[in-house]
């Protein structure tokens, strides 16, 4: 069940990637379409530049949700899913944590303790 925390961080990214100019084109929240799985989990929000291949990625997650095995097995799928390009270039795809600015910290420490604090394309957000 999705709390009124989760809710307003998941606005949070739809926010955030409208900002950068991205089409969300889906994300679960009122008015959208549910997310397709990526890898074996449903993202908060996905989100498209036009004219781009490249898909983006965004996860909102409460301060008491951050450290269970669900989020480590969602941050592993999500934060090292690659898109091939031409030449058998493997991009990984953009993906955007949110969580409450008051456990910013814990999750930046979270993603170097389960090997994603390198990953460039990942980035956090506090809400």
């Not at 990526?38 to 993202?43: A, D, H, L, R, V």
């Not at 989100?47 to 997650?61: C, M, Q, R, T, V």
């Amino acid at each position: 069940m999705e709390n009124n925390e989760h809710k307003k961080l998941v606005k949070g990214i739809i926010d955030h990637f409208g900002s950068r100019g991205l089409k969300v084109i889906s994300a679960s929240y009122d008015g959208f379409k549910k997310c397709e799985i990526i890898g074996n989990n449903e993202p908060d929000v996905i989100a498209k530049k036009l004219n781009e291949d490249n898909y983006y990625i965004g996860e909102a997650k409460t301060c008491e949700n951050l450290t269970t095995e669900r989020t480590r097995v969602q941050f592993e799928d999500f934060g090292n899913t690659v898109i091939l390009k031409k030449g058998a270039t493997r991009t990984y795809l953009p993906f955007c944590i949110a969580v409450p600015k008051k456990c910013i910290d814990d999750l930046k420490y979270y993603l170097t303790e389960i090997g994603l604090g390198m990953n460039e394309n990942i980035e956090t957000i506090g809400i």
